[in-house]
């Protein structure tokens, strides 16, 4: 009879499990202490749902994954799609690498389904979408600051689509970021900010910081090793440093509180996994951190093993008996070194007046011993009319040949310049990019309502397999750490690395916007003055005039009209 | 002498130049100057918007009645008028009038509906003279049967089957034996009265109007009634949410697709000719209401009273989030499952009694339901609780709602009326030919007020731009209005809404068109202060030396009068 019972149940549950699609949330942040004495706190949370967008059929019933969100990738087929918005530099040689990289501002990326057949239009349409779910200016995205990378954006998740056509990058360098854009963004969790590890986010802290990153990332991926079904991973991060000494008062010690103004009492009930990671791996000769963990975990990310100690929120006996849990971590020695990154990126303009310039981009490998290629990716508007003939790699001062190189020419208020190239890096050294350029003029439409501000030029970006020292995890699909398993990795000796550059700020001539009207009257005057004379000299009939008589007899005249004598 | 004659003849040669320039700039400058800064407008159909803003609209409607074994005399069948046709005219303003044409068609039963109409009930007999013959959309067929019949109950007169027939009994007072006249307008009012339920009313024609004509106040009721229903529009997007303030104690599980499948879709199949619906779900976690519910300790239960279902929506509707996909206006759904703490939740009407369905609706936004699950777990139970939701409660719900905002009228019938119960559709073919309609009349209204303000808006404004593509838009939507009407006067419904929704796509893209708006207007006294520095030094000598010749000639020809004199 009992046997009987169990058996309905696990008939009861198989079919729960059948009918309903499986869907799944994770949440996780990571602390990782920097050596600046700052703190980099970063946030995931996944959504992995079984379902399948891209056979055309119709998805309409959301649990876990934001109905918004679902809706844009089927109504645009889109196959892959990846938006952040940054405020604040991330800056390399400071803080390392960070989990997620994000250039400042704006970008977005997407790879659409084969099926598409006007990718343009469904571009412009999905910016427009994108702009009103995250409230942010993304319909200022136009084909003159998309472009089609052929090789830097390949697709993160599984799908065999590589033609670039269905690729589209844009930019927005100069897009601010505030809490408009926290909001909606908070707005697509499931627990919303109402519990778990998102009551932290409180915009006035979290915007109080040196970097601010929010970004989504949508893409299929497998279920299993087999990968015999695919399922969809809404992946959504925010990464914010905060400052020693604004943050901080300068004081080596943070706590969950000081940094966001809140302590944590709970998971959010409908994860799965619910997770703090400290980064510990300097530990104890630099910092302590309470209360302690026996927890620890180990992970290989970005080319490096780091020990970190755990927090499981979805236990009750992380929140002690005072049921909240604040975080304290306390630095011992304001000493230590960094590993310093391998790969780093520079940009700059150089060159005087407002005709001419050039832009040096700057690539540093700091690997002692080993040389690797870089994927350079510049994206550069049309108003810098690029003179490609000036295009000069140089490393320890030789000539560096790049091995591909893909340019396509700027169209005047059509499209911007794409330069993509594929350079080797020497074992360090300093490669340098350099390549000349003019300004244009701009119609007075065009320019920005302050124009003197100067113009925004969006990051380079390289991207690179950076030689590991330890071994990388390639297994895609075996659990691990949310934070190390964002880029696939596809050999144990390597890692991919994405760095992107400063953004430019570029001045154009700038003329004077009251010019309009003065030209308006000074053509008028000088048609008027033209036209008068010339009338003049048509219509006038000239005659010569008797010269006139002299005062002298003028004043006989008079005296002889006086006698009653004829004049002279 | 000689000296003079010169003198004249450069005079005269000032003056050919002055004249000259004159009419260069008369002739070519002028017009040069109009050709280009002149805006360019494409031509639009305005006499025949016109003859729409003076809109004449006739409903035709076909009564086929069918007289039953025994309702009339053999002598009097034969004499039975094939035809006969009724015009009924209402003028509702000054620019708008209504006429409907009732053609009823009068013959008697043939052998098969006889045997149709000897079933036991009043269901079989509907479903079999179904079988029998199908009626085109928008009319109806009348049997009437004899007053000894016993297909319907006593004390009912008229039964409402839930295809496009009825079933009338035939009064006491006209037996068999009176003249066929005295028979027909007896019938003929309450024919009339089927018709009004069954396909269209003159109250619910007007309030299909009101885009156009601003109705009377009239009853409270009426007016309510009429805000309701959801505005025509092409399309409808349908939400269902299920809001959980409280997963930490309840894991709800609710089986949408299904419960879609079986209720809804019957329903939006049915529809299909009125507009695309699409239907998605989601699932909400700590969405709250907006007001606090009260403790009523003497039900040990919380309230929400009537009065603070107003502050409900919006802080709900904040989480729902807008449709990303599409611009069709939004049904929403939602059911809400109150936390362990505040359960049960009642929802009280104005006389503090318990609502039954423990639900409530917003007019042209949606309908809002508390389902309680307090009573499926006991307090010892450990949270979170697994709980199913049983959809059939829900839908019952949702469905009449439903109904309701999509304008499907289920007002209480006139005495003696039977209607058949709804089918398994969840709308019976005459409730949704009503809606047609009143949403055909309803598009005409709104696409004749579109394309009329357009008109009127860019012949106001005589700088804003007319591209080639809102011409042919405004045709197009002309056109289709033109068709709906015609359509409407022969009596073809179906083409009829079809076209109606065709002129509101067309007359709404050509009004919303961003052409129309991103132009600069420059304002008159602008225009002057840039063109008076470039006209005003031209123009002064022109008309100086223009005035100077008159003046000229003038004392000329006086000169000759003193000579001549």
């Known amino acids: ?568 | 002498m000689y000296v003079h004659k010169a003198g004249l003849q450069i005079d005269l040669r000032g003056q050919l130049a002055a004249l000259s320039i004159a009419a260069v700039v008369i002739l070519i400058g002028v017009p040069l100057w109009w050709r280009t800064t002149e805006t360019y407008r494409a031509w639009l159909p305005v006499s025949q918007i016109q003859e729409l803003a003076n809109l004449q609209l006739q409903l035709s409607a076909d009564v086929e009645v069918v007289f039953a074994r025994g309702t009339v005399t053999p002598e009097q069948q034969k004499k039975v008028p094939l035809t006969l046709t009724q015009d009924d005219e209402h003028v509702v303003d000054e620019d708008t009038a209504l006429r409907y044409r009732y053609e009823t068609r009068y013959r008697t039963a043939t052998i098969m509906e006889e045997d149709a109409l000897n079933q036991p009930t009043a269901a079989e007999a509907d479903l079999s003279l179904h079988t029998l013959s199908e009626s085109p959309c928008g009319s109806l067929v009348v049997y009437v049967i004899p007053e000894s019949s016993s297909l319907l109950p006593e004390d009912v007169d008229v039964y409402v089957g839930q295809r496009r027939t009825a079933l009338l009994r035939i009064g006491a007072q006209t037996r068999v034996g009176r003249t066929l006249e005295q028979l027909l307008s007896h019938l003929e009012p309450r024919v009339k009265q089927v018709l009004q339920v069954m396909s269209f009313s003159h109250t619910d024609i007007t309030a299909a109007l009101s885009d156009r004509v601003r109705l009377s106040p009239g009853n409270k009721e009426s007016i309510a009634d009429s805000m309701r229903a959801f505005k025509s529009s092409p399309g409808y997007e349908i939400t269902f949410s299920l809001l959980n303030p409280d997963p930490k104690s309840h894991r709800l599980h609710w089986d949408i697709e299904g419960a879609v499948q079986t209720y809804i879709q019957p329903l939006l199949r049915k529809l299909a000719p009125l507009a695309n619906f699409s239907i998605d779900s989601q699932t909400l976690y700590y969405a709250m209401l907006g007001v606090n519910p009260r403790f009523d300790s003497s039900r040990s239960a919380y309230t929400l009273n009537s009065d603070s279902l107003a502050h409900v929506i919006n802080p709900v509707e904040a989480r729902l989030g807008s449709n990303a996909a599409s611009s069709n206006p939004v049904l929403n759904f939602l059911l809400y499952v109150p936390d362990a703490h505040h359960s049960p939740l009642h929802i009280n009407d104005h006389k503090k009694q318990e609502v039954p369905s423990n639900a409530f609706h917003s007019p042209r936004w949606g309908g809002i339901m508390v389902y309680n699950v307090n009573d499926f777990y006991g307090p010892e139970a450990a949270f979170p609780v697994d709980i199913n939701i049983d959809m059939a409660k829900v839908m019952g719900v949702f469905l009449a709602q439903l109904r309701l905002l999509l304008g499907v009228q289920s007002s209480a019938p006139p005495p003696r009326f039977l209607v058949a119960p709804c089918s398994s559709a969840g709308i019976a073919d005459w409730e949704l030919d009503r809606l047609m309609w009143s949403r055909s009349v309803e598009n005409i209204a709104t696409a004749t007020t579109t394309i009329t303000s357009l008109a009127q808006l860019l012949d106001q404004i005589g700088n804003i731009v007319i591209n080639d593509n809102i011409a042919q838009q405004v045709s197009s939507a002309v056109t289709s209005l033109q068709l709906a009407v015609a359509e409407l006067e022969s009596g073809n419904l179906r083409f009829a809404l079809q076209y109606s929704k065709e002129a509101i796509l067309a007359s709404e893209r050509a009004f919303f068109d961003p052409s129309l708006l991103h132009l600069l207007y420059f304002p008159d006294d602008q225009k002057f202060a840039i063109y008076i520095p470039l006209f005003l030094p031209m123009c002064v000598p022109i008309l100086l030396s223009l005035l100077k010749i008159v003046s000229d000639a003038r004392q000329r020809r006086r000169e000759k009068h003193a000579k001549a004199d």
Request: with cysteine.
């Open chain 1, 1 to 568: 009879m009992a046997g009987q019972k169990l058996c309905v149940c696990v008939c009861v549950c198989v079919c729960v499990w059948a009918v309903c699609p499986k869907d799944d949330f994770q949440e996780e942040l990571v602390i990782r202490p920097l050596h600046s004495g700052d703190i980099y706190a970063s946030f995931q949370f996944r959504t992995v749902w079984e379902t399948d967008f891209t056979r055309g059929n119709k998805v309409s019933h959301y649990r876990l994954f934001p109905k918004s969100l679902g809706q844009v990738i089927s109504k645009f087929s889109v196959r892959e799609l990846h938006i952040s918005f940054t405020q604040g530099y991330w800056r390399t040689m400071q803080w390392g690498q960070p989990f997620q990289p994000a250039p400042p501002g704006a970008e977005l990326w997407v790879w659409f389904q084969d099926s598409v057949t006007d990718v343009d239009s469904t571009w412009k349409e999905l910016t427009n979408v994108l702009s009103g779910i995250f409230c942010a200016s993304l319909n200022f995205i136009d084909s003159t600051n998309t472009v089609q990378p052929s090789a830097s954006f390949k697709p993160l998740g599984i799908g065999n689509v590589t033609d670039h056509r269905f690729l589209r990058y844009a930019t927005l360098p100069r897009e601010i970021v505030c809490t408009e854009n926290l909001t909606p963004w908070k707005k697509l969790l499931p627990c919303g900010s109402k519990a778990g590890l998102a009551v932290l986010l409180k915009s006035e802290k979290l915007f109080h910081s040196s970097f601010h990153s929010q970004a989504v990332h949508i893409r299929p991926m497998c279920q299993d090793w087999e990968c015999k079904t695919t399922s969809w991973e809404l992946r959504q991060t925010l990464n914010v440093v905060f400052d020693l000494h604004t943050s901080a008062q300068g004081k080596r010690e943070w706590s969950l509180f000081k940094m966001f103004s809140r302590t944590l009492t709970e998971a959010c009930p409908l994860a799965s996994s619910s997770k703090i990671y400290i980064d510990i791996t300097d530990n104890p000769e630099q910092f302590e951190v309470s209360p302690a963990t026996p927890l620890l975990s180990q992970a290989s990310v970005l080319g490096d093993r780091r020990t970190f100690s755990v927090y499981d929120l979805t236990q009750q006996i992380t929140f002690g008996t005072v049921r909240s849990l604040n975080l304290l971590i306390r630095w011992k020695s304001s000493e230590g070194d960094m590993l310093r990154p391998l790969l780093h990126g520079e940009r700059y303009v150089a060159g005087y007046g407002l005709q001419t310039g050039e832009i040096h981009t700057l690539m540093y490998n700091y690997h002692p011993y080993r040389s690797f290629p870089v994927l350079l990716l510049d994206s550069v508007p049309w108003y810098l009319r690029l003179y490609i003939h000036t295009l000069t790699v140089t490393s320890k001062g030789k000539d560096n040949k790049p091995s591909y190189i893909h340019y396509q020419p700027s169209k005047d208020r059509v499209r911007p310049h794409l330069l993509e190239m594929l350079v080797q890096l020497p074992p360090n050294s300093v490669t340098e990019v350099t390549v000349q350029f003019e300004r244009a003029l701009l119609k007075w439409t065009e320019y920005t309502p302050d124009p003197n501000h100067g113009f925004y030029v969006g990051s380079s970006v390289i991207s690179s397999l950076v030689p590991s020292i330890v071994a990388m995890d390639t297994n895609s699909t075996r659990e691990r750490p949310l934070f190390s398993s964002f880029f696939p990795c596809k050999e144990e000796s390597s890692y991919f690395v994405r760095v992107y550059t400063e953004p430019l700020l570029v001045n154009l001539p700038t003329p004077d916007f009251s010019m309009p009207y003065n030209v308006i009257c000074l053509t008028c005057t000088v048609v008027a003055v033209g036209y008068g004379s010339l009338y003049n000299l048509l219509t006038r009939s000239f005659q010569i005039e008797e010269p006139n008589p002299g005062l002298a007899k003028r004043i006989a005249n008079v005296i002889r009209k006086m006698r009653g004598v004829p004049p002279l």
